[in-house]
């Protein structure tokens, strides 16, 4: 069995800066910081950070006076007022890339677009960047979820940093005609397309392809469908242990690609299974 590893594949600039961060926050009692939910969406790698101290919480109660780290996706303005009025000290770690969602958000709206973003809206990124446009914003899945556009004139349109080119590609072209004004900030981050582009470029020359990541983390989720897209044998699998060695046969040339969200540690243990394998 062939192993390749996608150009693109695993932490991005802001996960890995996110944990740096994290790791430079001085323990007290073993803690170093609460996160407003997961620091990043890898259900292993949180686990390792709770035992270094980065404890995610579902809200700021219970956290007055503590250190509270925002997490790459960001969160929306009025939990930095809360956590300021409970007189918390905040680190922040969002992402550079998702800053500029959120600001380009912010000025469509004070600009008086009606603005729109498309992405997952029970994504955390996504309620932060709605809570930019002051929680005026219309929060599109796809093309399809466009609705009619009558009484608008002018529309802002904003991306999730993790949505393909694709599909906002569809959605800007769906609502040109139907309304005088779009203004379209492309809020797409590059790793994101990076990895994208790599592993469907993998998955057409492999028999098999292993995403790996966590289930809850929107990009390996997309990677993993663009695989299956490209190549018939695809699994997304969170650990090692997932892989079946049912799934290959022996001369087979296997392709591993991980979200944004993956560390390198997971990535090793993949190849090292597909190599014993
Ligand atoms: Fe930031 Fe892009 Fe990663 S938005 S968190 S660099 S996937």
Partial sequence: MNVKIAGHAGFCYGVKRAVDIAMNIEKNNGIRAYTLGPLIHNPQMVELLKKEGLMPVDDLEGCKGKKIMIRTHGTAPANIVKAKEYKCSIIDATCPYVKKAQKAA??????????????ESDHPEIKGIVGFAKGNATVLKDENEVPLLEDIHRIGLVAQTTISENIFAKVTRKIVPEVKELRVFNTICSATKNRQISA??????????????????????????LCSQACKKAYHVETSEEIDPEWFLKDDTVGVTAGASTPDWIVKEVVGKLIKI
Avoid: C, H, P, Q
């Fill in 106 to 119: 912010e000025k469509l709206y004070m600009e008086g677009y009606a603005v729109f973003i498309v992405g």
């Fill in 200 to 225: 469907v470029n993998l998955s057409n020359k492999v028999d098999v392809m292993i995403v790996a990541g966590g289930r809850n983390s929107a990009n390996t989720t997309r990677l993993a469908e």
